[in-house]
């Protein structure tokens, strides 16, 4: 059963940073895509950024400059580091991974997300 765990979520004031994880647990062959999505009360799921296997990033515009996104391969893990929060960067942030799974198949899996919630 593969199951995403996030972490790092909380309430940071205006200006400062978190840094969020997401470790990807069991039974699968390879990760493929992994990325955060998030989403505000009232408006759709966004993609915030994404990294690829072999470490090339995408990261939105409304977060550039701002967030970065890196794995570690080992650990089976996802990083989102948000630095200079603003009060607009407040939303559920949700990790994603599209893997190949022990049987050979293209999934993608969810993790129930975290909030963040930045104070002004």
């Known amino acids: 059963q593969v199951q995403l765990v996030e972490s790092g979520g909380g309430l940071v004031q205006a200006g400062g940073s978190l840094r969020l994880s997401c470790a990807v647990s069991?039974?699968?062959?390879?990760?493929?895509?992994m990325g955060w999505y998030r989403q505000a009360p009232g408006n759709q799921r966004d993609l915030v950024a994404t990294?690829?296997?072999?470490?090339?990033?995408n990261i939105a515009d409304s977060v550039k400059d701002r967030f970065t996104i890196s794995r570690d391969n080992a650990k089976r893990t996802v990083y989102l580091q948000m630095n200079s929060l603003k009060a607009e960067d407040t939303a559920v942030y949700y990790c994603n991974s599209n893997v190949i799974t022990l049987e050979g198949w293209d999934m993608d899996y969810w993790g129930k997300g975290t909030l963040v919630t930045v104070s002004s």
């Open positions: 069991g039974g699968i062959s390879s990760l493929k895509i």
């Open positions: 990294v690829s296997a072999d470490g090339r990033t």
